[in-house]
């Protein structure tokens, strides 16, 4: 009988996780395999989600908490998504989150061990986002997160990889290189990834739960989905361009550091997404850049930066009355994340035998 691997691809907000669960799964395909995703958030409308969803991977949710604080939960989506026979659920932590291998691997070694196997925790690192840490940039808190995640990884992986030559490096990490976008590294790292070889939950990670609470509060969370309509027929390009420009200026003015900004337009059958990673960083599309002028368009944005709920619900409602059209709200959600309180937590790692070859 097939017994599926569970699969976490972690790594701070917008190092790639949803891209290369995207480009690992076309791999598995590919070979004959099928491949599910969960996804994990503090908020529901994900636009990673229904992003992948039309990729024709099966997805399930975690929404309102991080796996950790819904461990339960996890489990319940995987045995839900086991039941279309896939080979590998990938699962992807919300970006902010951390102490995975206490609250999540090891709680999955000892719980899921009879109808999973477990994959090691591989950690995504953005080589941007690395070396404007190193330099002094970015923020305190988001410094904090970004450093325990690699602190516990079982396997550090960098991405993005064609945009730099350079390869960086991690003192006492073992580290590897990949682009989703080209596909280089991408098959060596599931291979190794599914080897067995690895061990799994193996690091033991000091982390003090207050600072933990601190850093992710500190981050200001804004989900909202909706529909616009207009009256004349405008691309998703001319919508959803000058929208997430002008809100990552609004927040450039706010000294918010932007950790992850998305928005995923779907008009007429097509889809048009883009994001950004940082304050200065230019969007990233992917879609069809082309898609013809609609009057409705179906969009779905996720902010995550660091700046006090209300003062970004504040920035996104002026940024949004700017936006032409009437605008249906279907959800919107902006928060902090609230203290981290795991279901389950295994501090020390414990022995467990190699989880097999796929
Ligand atoms: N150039 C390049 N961009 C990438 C690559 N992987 C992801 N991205 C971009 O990085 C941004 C964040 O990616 P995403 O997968 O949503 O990150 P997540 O937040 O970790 O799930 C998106 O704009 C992606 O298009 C890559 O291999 N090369
Ligand atoms: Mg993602």
């Excluded at 090691?120 to 070396?131: E, F, I, K, Q, Y």
């Excluded at 992850?260 to 097509?270: E, F, I, P, R």
């Excluded at 709920?309 to 936006?323: G, I, Y």
């Amino acid at each position: 009988m097939n017994v599926p691997f569970l699969f976490p691809v972690g790594g701070f907000l917008g190092a790639g996780k949803t891209s290369l669960i995207l480009a690992a799964s076309r791999v598995l395909q590919e070979r004959g395999f099928k491949a599910a995703a969960i996804f994990n958030d503090q908020g529901s409308e994900l636009v990673d989600t229904a992003h992948v969803l039309r990729h024709g991977v099966f997805t399930g949710e975690v929404a309102g908490a991080c796996f950790c604080c819904r461990f339960s939960q996890l489990l319940s989506v995987a045995d839900q998504l086991r039941a279309l026979e896939p080979h590998v659920i990938f699962i992807e932590p919300v970006g902010s989150c951390t102490d995975l291998a206490a609250t999540v691997m090891r709680p999955l070694l000892s719980d899921g061990r009879a109808r999973y196997r477990i994959a090691p925790l591989t950690v995504l690192v953005d080589p941007a986002r690395l070396s404007e840490l190193r330099n002094g940039g970015g923020d305190a808190s988001l410094r904090f997160l970004f450093e325990k995640q690699i602190a516990e990884a079982d396997l550090v992986v960098f991405s993005k990889f064609e945009l730099r030559e350079e390869r960086p490096t991690l003192p006492g990490s073992v580290v590897r290189f990949l682009s989703s976008k080209t596909g280089q590294g991408v098959r060596a790292w599931l291979d190794e990834a599914l080897s067995g070889a690895l061990t799994v939950g193996g690091a033991a990670l000091e982390i003090d739960y207050e600072a933990y609470a601190r850093a992710e509060a500190a981050l200001g969370w804004l989900n909202w989905s909706g529909t616009v309509e207009l009256d004349e027929a405008i691309s998703p390009a001319e919508l959803i361009g000058p929208w997430i420009d002008g809100l990552q200026a609004a927040l450039g003015q706010r000294g918010a550091v932007v950790a992850h900004m998305k928005v995923l337009d779907q008009a007429g059958g097509v889809y048009l997404k883009t994001a950004v990673t940082a304050n200065e960083a230019d969007p990233v599309i992917e879609g069809d850049l082309m898609a013809p002028p609609e009057t409705v368009h179906v969009v779905r944005f996720n902010v995550r930066a660091v700046i006090g709920a209300p003062e970004l619900r504040d920035v996104f409602e002026r940024e949004l009355e700017r936006v032409p059209g009437r605008k249906a709200v279907h959800s919107f959600q902006c928060f902090s994340p609230s203290p981290p309180r795991p279901e389950r937590r295994y501090p020390a790692p414990f022995f467990q035998a190699a989880s097999g070859s796929i």
